[in-house]
């Protein structure tokens, strides 16, 4: 898929990866939609003001159906069907599995996995009539291997993978596509807050012995919108993590 003047919804965009993410499509033509739960604040969007495409923003709960369509109806006025979807918004709430309560659970998973569910179905009907678009979700090693402390990050992001293929081969024969990608630890506000005993034990962990850059997600997130013979797939960015 030519990205340029392209329409890419990326959620959970104001900060960290999402962020990253919509500046690099940004940077390759695109249109670009911005979204978080709050008003998304005018100085982030000025520093979009000196790319060609358009920038949006949309604020809205990814969790909520009704949330979701409103989103897409909106921006789907303004700038016409999106043709790149990227969930990227999530949470974390962890506990051990003893203390962690229903609530606690079913929170995480309301966000991390419903709320992909929502954005996903909203964005399908138009992309399978015009027999083209791209949907990457994100997830995580954690999705992969597991985290003591994270059972419901855990399975909310395993269950994005599970969902992320089963839609691929629903809409495959329509020319939408369907990917994963799987960040390990990337750079962010909670990893500089890391003590450096705890990043050590971290970085024993990783192969190429570096925490990954947000801008090196991006990149694997925009490889997968252009593929067009690229469906059902699970990419670890992760220094070697998780390597089998």
């Not at 027999?131 to 269950?159: D, E, F, M, T």
């Not at 705890?198 to 990149?219: C, H, N, S, T, Y």
């Not at 059902?232 to 070697?240: N, R």
Request: charged fraction near 20%; proline fraction near 2%.
């Amino acid at each position: 898929m030519e990205l340029h003047g392209k329409t890419v919804f990326v959620t959970g965009s104001t900060r960290g990866i999402g962020l990253a993410i919509a500046h690099k499509f940004a940077q390759l033509g695109a249109n670009v939609v911005l979204n978080g739960r709050r008003a998304v604040p005018e100085s982030l969007l000025e520093t979009f003001s000196h790319y060609n495409g358009e920038v949006l923003a949309v604020s809205g709960d990814v969790s909520d159906e009704a949330d979701s369509k409103r989103m897409v109806a909106e921006v789907t006025k303004i700038l016409g069907n999106i043709d790149v979807l990227v969930n990227n918004a999530g949470i974390t709430n962890d506990k051990l599995m003893l203390k962690m309560t229903q609530e606690d659970f079913e929170k995480v998973l309301k966000v991390n996995l419903t709320g992909a569910f929502n954005m996903t179905q909203a964005v399908l009907k138009p992309m399978s009539k015009a027999r083209s678009g791209a949907i990457i979700n994100i997830s995580s090693v954690v999705g992969l291997v597991g985290n003591v402390g994270q059972a419901n990050y855990a399975a909310s992001k395993a269950g994005l993978i599970g969902f992320s293929k089963s839609v691929a081969r629903e809409v495959a024969g329509r020319g939408v596509r369907v990917n994963v990608v799987a960040p390990g630890f990337i750079e962010s506000d909670m990893t500089d807050a890391i003590p450096d005993k705890l990043k050590d034990a971290m970085l024993a962990q990783i192969p190429m012995k570096r925490i990954g850059k947000p801008e090196e997600v991006a990149e694997v997130v925009a490889f997968l919108a252009k593929q067009e013979y690229l469906t059902g797939q699970v990419l670890a960015i992760d220094g070697g993590m998780t390597m089998q």
